[in-house]
């Protein structure tokens, strides 16, 4: 692929990091994107690619800043995206922070630097390990860092030749005073529910995290308690792939620090945390009583519990073109909540509830009144009005190990001996529920 | 960046300059840092700092680094644009490239120093370029690479010279496979320009040290595979090594995969392969486009090159259409790329769970892009044996509740569910009539789309009401855009044969209206379509009222999306490109097809010296007075009722020259739109003129190039009718690939003979 520019800009449209091929091709992309950017109404609207006459760019917004990237011949738009994703992981080890426009104007000829070596015509350097030896962060160059505060080096001591050749994520001479491991956990789930409670679809979207502190060179083996419950998996490369698919083991050779082994997408046959059970009913030929109960299941313990009823999805409030007036489907909505908190905003039309812990052996009952306009008796059926009105639950889990997968063990090659695995953390962070009424 | 200098900045030169030789003086490393850091930020600015030169000059010789790095970045600056100054710098670097003392310093000094893009240091790159490669350190080798390549770029004979092509294909089997991967994405490289191809042990050795590299070493390798033809009994072994990439967490690695897979399967003569690989690529491509781990650029990326697929394997993922279920979280282009996703793979077994999800996204308003898109997926829907009540129940509410910002996809959809189901057309009288009792504004997006709609639900509106409406619109004539002008002309004809007791006074109004039209393209329409009336008036019925009769479902779905089929078809070839995402060819927006300017004045006047004007009136278009169009006032509408015998056809004679109109031009997405929706004629066939020939033939500018030859893109206007020629000139084989689409289909092949003659 070839990249003519990429350009970082602020959100008011100022130039902050730029490399391109020719001198002025970033301030060109930059006020051509605003140009789009000024012609449409809502940044969501924008195509990915925008298509001018000498090239495309593409652009992703982190963080108030645009990522814009500027290809002149057919390209491969998701090296392209990857490219922003690993330039903004670089950063983040190096600085140990986030890309921010505080960060570039505080760091930006080092961000210069390294964007220079990253990025060569087609060919893109973003070996996390070449660079972070090329650029050391403060940390890893305390010893020799000046009093000025930029770091200095009188020699580098190790540079690329100290990864290895065969194992490029992994440095060699890694030395830790004690050698630890840390399993992190991360899922997050979502399921979409009918209006009979049911599940239709359900996802939970996982990754295991390592912090590996190993000195030399080990071979983990991770094995799982559940693996046949994963759907889809993707790993870092350092896993051994033929493994996995005969045995169902992660075996690697981890890179130094924190990394992500594994990614996973979990597919029905989990357990919904919460249980939500609509129910309607029209009262009136302009009236529709509704209901939301909604409670954990099982032994699920949920805190931060919030629903959203977005009554603005609905034909509530339209606008017309040309002098037709307005006409609102949905002319009035009462909701209230027996505990918990809720409101009901006029302006936005959504009402939101929102409690501290989802009782234990108890449920949240929401009950509303929906007040029509007649139409019609050919086009009228209220039920249906619902069809644009999709509550949402979204919480968070307060126990730890309600995780779908689990980890069974760690295993290290023979030359460290000891209990060097330090346990596994679930985190399963959040959830989301959305129903179709 | 332009270099600007002003007094004042001389000044800050002066300063610049007294603080590096403080810095020199004192001999304070971090201190020489920060003030090269300070003519780094003026530098960026435009600033002209070039006078520091020789000062900055003296800070690179040092063992530090990172004052070593913002030296050259400075010295490489300036050297790029002044052969003098670069030179300068030249024997520092050099120094470096030997230096024993770091492999970063040899590293940064040779990459700087191929860096110094100069005629006058292109002599001394050779030697450390020719010493990098036998580096012990893999980062100097690589860089010597990159080097090679950049004097391959800057000066061919120097790079042939020195045999550098040898010592890149050696660092292929290069122990580092950092080494490796760059040596070969730069020996494709030089290939593009020098020619030749890749052979299968450069790519099977490189494929099989891919489980070393990371990230985009991989991908680097896999892009390299659809540049190789493999022999048959290289498929599954070559199938079995990119399975191992398609399980990687970086998405670009994944889908590099996916391609080289797909090109690795189409090269087999086993038709089955392909069906085969589909399937075991259906859970990266999933993965990728539907789980929350990925950004929603990424999943968007991957749900539009999931939508190629499908709209050629459509049953590849019927069975799993839950992982493309619309979340709230899903912004609008993603909601639409899986709205049209359901649409290509909707049938009867997954068609009630599409009901859903597309009848959720029509009624949620707020989004009145996302539901446009639902509502254009009905007419498949009820093809598919949707319940036709539930479907038009929705749509009567819509109308009903009088939602404005869904008329224009409405009304451009229900054509075609008028056409499925006809019997439905009653249900819907109530809430149409009162809109099309009056015009809408001219100016509200969903005005074409209401004109269009008119003649489907024509029987269903009291007599006066489409006169009315038709009549109201000839006269606002002047303030409608063309492309409604040019909907008006045949919606009133079709009208005519819908309501033939009531819209006479309508085309005579028209006919007035056409009388003083500008748009000699309208006047032609007008005309054809006069004369069609003239010769066979039962045909033209015929032929206008086929458009808006009845279709059965499994016709409407063969012919509606034959095209989006096609269209894909070719797409798919292109995988993992911009052309997927943005869903066109790639030839329509690329730069080298991007010119579209129909008159080069340069082969304008080359054509006035060689051209000779043709024999005028050999090919003889029947005269305007015939088509007895454009009428003036008080035409007899009898005449063209007259069902009686056809008028004697217009004489035509052996065609042999026209007359092109080029004087226009014309968006390339207008221009890919008409291409795709026209009939034409495609001939391949040698030529033994030159490429100039052939361009002062096709009187238009030419694009650009690319891997396989000259690329053409051609409009014009003949007597009013449109014409579109694409023409691929192979300039090696001296052949062309010719493709002529002219508005007027019976012209295609005069046209297609006429430019034949005159190329060869």
Redesign the interface.
């Known amino acids: 692929?070839i990249i003519g520019a990429f350009v970082i800009a602020k959100s008011n449209g100022d130039l902050m990091l730029q490399k391109s091929l020719t001198?002025?091709l970033s301030n060109e992309i930059v006020s051509l994107f605003w140009r789009k950017l000024a012609e449409s109404n809502n940044y969501?609207?924008l195509?990915?690619?925008l298509?001018f006459?000498?090239?495309?760019i593409?652009h992703?917004p982190v963080n108030s800043l645009y990522f814009l990237v500027a290809?002149?011949?057919?390209?491969?738009?998701?090296?392209c995206?990857?490219?922003f994703?690993?330039f903004n992981e670089i950063v983040k080890s190096r600085f140990s922070h986030t890309l921010t426009q505080e960060l570039i104007n505080k760091e930006?000829?080092t961000l210069?630097?390294l964007l220079?070596e990253m990025l060569?015509g087609?060919?893109?350097?973003?070996?996390s390990n070449?660079l972070l030896?090329?650029y050391p962060s403060k940390e890893s160059s305390a010893s020799t860092r000046?009093?000025?505060g930029?770091?200095?080096?009188?020699?580098?001591p190790s540079?690329?030749?100290n990864s290895s050749?065969?194992?490029?994520?992994r440095r060699q001479n890694v030395s830790h005073d004690k050698n630890k491991a840390l399993v992190d956990v991360v899922e997050?789930y979502?399921a979409?529910i009918?209006s009979h409670g049911i599940v239709?679809?359900s996802?939970v979207?996982g990754?295991i995290a390592i912090n590996s502190l190993l000195s030399g060179q080990p071979d983990v083996l991770l094995r799982l308690k559940n693996p046949s419950c994963i759907?889809?998996?993707?790993?870092?490369?350092s896993v051994r792939?033929?493994k996995?698919q005969s045995q169902r083991v992660l075996s690697f050779v981890p890179p130094d620090g924190k990394f992500?082994v594994?990614?996973y997408?979990i597919?029905g046959n989990t357990q919904c945390p919460i249980s939500i059970k609509p129910k309607t009913q029209r009262i009136a030929d302009d009236k529709i009583e509704f209901s939301l109960s909604v409670s954990p299941n099982g032994d699920f313990s949920l805190q931060d519990v919030f629903v959203k009823i977005?009554f603005?999805?609905?034909?509530l409030y339209?606008?017309?073109?040309?002098?037709?007036e307005p006409?609102h489907?949905i002319i009035n909505v009462d909701v209230s909540s027996d505990i918990g908190s809720s409101s009901y905003n006029q302006r936005t039309h959504d009402f939101e509830f929102s409690i501290a812990k989802l009782p234990s052996n108890g449920n949240v009952q929401i009950t509303g009144t929906i007040t029509f306009i007649q139409?019609?008796e050919?086009?009228?059926?209220p039920l249906?009005?619902l069809?644009?009105i999709?509550p949402?639950v979204t919480f968070l889990f307060t126990k730890e190990g309600d995780s779908v997968l689990k980890v069974n063990k760690m295993e290290f090659s023979d030359e460290y001996g000891g209990n060097l695995f330090k346990g596994v953390k679930y985190k399963t962070l959040s959830g989301?529920v959305?129903m179709?009424l | 960046m332009r270099n600007v200098r002003t007094e004042n900045q001389k000044n800050e030169v002066d300063d610049l300059k007294k603080l590096i030789r403080d810095a020199l003086a004192k001999n304070n490393t971090a201190r020489k840092i920060e003030v090269l850091k300070k003519v780094i930020n003026i530098m960026v600015l435009g600033v002209d700092l070039s006078d520091l030169f020789s000062d900055v000059l003296m800070l690179s010789v040092t063992p530090n680094i990172m004052q070593k790095k913002l030296a050259y970045h400075i010295l490489i600056h300036y050297a790029s644009s002044n052969p003098k100054l670069a030179v300068m710098s030249v024997d520092s670097m050099q120094k470096d490239c030997s230096s024993d003392f770091d492999p970063s310093i040899r590293g940064l000094a040779l990459r700087s120093l191929t860096s110094l893009n100069a005629p006058s240091v292109l002599d001394y790159l050779a030697e450390p370029i020719q010493h990098g490669f036998t580096d012990r350190s893999g980062y100097v080798r690589r860089t010597a690479v990159i080097g090679a390549l950049k004097l391959f770029h800057y000066n061919p004979s120097a790079f042939e010279a020195n045999n550098f092509m040898e010592d890149i294909i050696n660092c292929v089997n290069d122990r580092d496979p950092r080494v490796a991967v760059t040596a070969a994405q730069s020996i494709i490289e030089i290939q593009k320009s020098t020619g030749g191809s890749i052979s299968s042990d450069f790519i099977i050795a490189l494929l099989n040290r891919a489980g070393e590299m990371a990230d985009f070493l991989a991908l680097a390798v896999l892009d390299l595979i659809p540049q190789y033809t493999p022999a048959e009994e290289e498929i599954f072994p070559l199938m079995n090594a990119i399975e191992t990439v398609l399980s990687t967490i970086n998405p670009a690695v994944v889908v590099a995969g996916v391609r080289a897979m797909i090109w690795i399967v189409s090269q087999s003569h086993d038709s089955e392969l392909l069906d085969q690989a589909m399937h075991r690529l259906r859970t990266p491509l999933i993965t990728l486009g539907c789980s929350n781990c990925y950004t929603q650029e990424i999943r968007f990326s991957m749900l539009k090159h999931i939508l190629t697929i499908v709209r050629i394997y459509g049953n590849l993922f019927e069975d799993c259409l839950y992982y493309f279920t619309i979340m709230r979280e899903d912004p609008n282009y993603i909601r639409i790329v899986k709205l049209q996703i359901f649409e290509a793979v909707v049938n009867g077994k997954n068609r009630k769970f599409v009901e859903s999800e597309v009848f959720t996204a029509m009624h949620n308003i707020s989004r009145p892009n996302v539901a446009a898109c639902a509502v254009s997926i009905l007419p498949k829907l009820i093809a598919n044996g949707s319940a036709v009540d539930s479907v038009f129940r929705r749509i009567g509410m819509i109308l009903a509740s009088k939602i404005t910002p869904l008329y224009k996809s409405i009304f451009a959809t229900l054509p075609a569910l008028i056409q499925l189901t006809p019997q439905k057309l009653d249900y819907l009288k109530s809430v149409l009539l009162p809109i099309f009792t009056h015009i809408p504004h001219l100016n509200v997006p969903y005005l074409n789309e209401f004109i269009g709609l008119l003649p489907y639900i024509a029987p269903v509106l009291p007599d006066a009401i489409p006169t009315y409406l038709l009549e109201e619109l000839l006269e606002h004539w002047s303030e409608l855009d063309n492309e409604t002008q040019a909907l008006l002309v045949p919606t009133v004809y079709t009208m005519f044969f819908v309501r033939a007791g009531s819209m006479g006074s309508v085309v005579t109004q028209m006919q007035n209206v056409l009388v003083n039209c500008k748009n000699t393209m309208l006047v032609a329409i007008n005309a054809h379509h006069i004369q069609l009336m003239n010769s066979d008036p039962h045909q033209f019925r015929d032929m206008l009222l086929s458009t808006i009769a009845p279709v059965e479902p499994e016709i409407f779905l063969q012919e509606k999306y034959a095209l989006e089929q096609a269209n894909s078809a070719s797409l798919f070839d292109e995988f993992n490109s911009f052309a997927v995402v943005m869903g066109k060819p790639s030839d329509f927006f690329l730069q080298d097809a991007l010119s579209m300017s129909m008159v080069d004045d340069e082969l304008l006047k080359m054509e006035e010296t060689t051209h000779t004007e043709p024999e005028p009136e050999q090919y003889t278009e029947p005269e305007p007075e015939q088509f007895a169009a454009p009428q003036p006032k008080g035409v007899s509408l009898e005449d063209l009722l007259d069902f009686g015998a056809p008028a004697t056809a217009a004489p035509v004679t052996e065609p042999a020259t026209f007359d092109f109109d080029v004087t226009t031009e014309i968006e390339m997405s207008a221009f890919q739109e008409m291409f795709l929706g026209m009939d034409g004629v495609e001939d391949s066939f040698n030529y033994s003129g030159t490429t100039d020939s052939i361009m002062s033939v096709l009187r238009k500018a030419a694009s650009g190039t690319n891997e396989q030859g000259f690329r053409y893109f051609g409009y014009a206007h003949l007597e009013g009718e449109i014409v579109l020629v694409y023409m691929v000139d192979d300039t090696e084989a001296k052949s062309v690939d010719l493709v002529v689409k002219c508005m007027d289909g019976s012209k295609n092949e005069p046209i297609m003979v006429y430019l034949k003659n005159l190329i060869q």
């Not at chain 1, 930029?150 to 580098?156: A, K, L, P, S, Y």
């Open positions: 692929m001198p002025d969501e609207e195509p990915l690619i298509e006459n000498q090239f495309q593409i992703i290809a002149q011949n057919e390209t491969d738009v998701v090296s995206i990857s490219f994703e690993m930006y000829i210069m630097l220079d060569f087609d060919i893109m350097i973003t070996d070449q030896e090329l000046e009093p000025e930029f770091e200095v080096q009188t020699r580098c540079l690329v030749s050749a065969h194992i490029p994520w997050r979502d979409v009918d239709t679809f996802s979207n990754n759907s889809s998996a993707s790993f870092h490369p792939y033929i996995w992500s594994m990614r997408q597919n977005p603005n999805h609905s034909s339209l606008t017309t073109v040309g002098n037709e006409v489907r139409l019609d050919k086009y009228r059926d249906d009005e069809d644009g999709h949402a989301q959305e179709q």
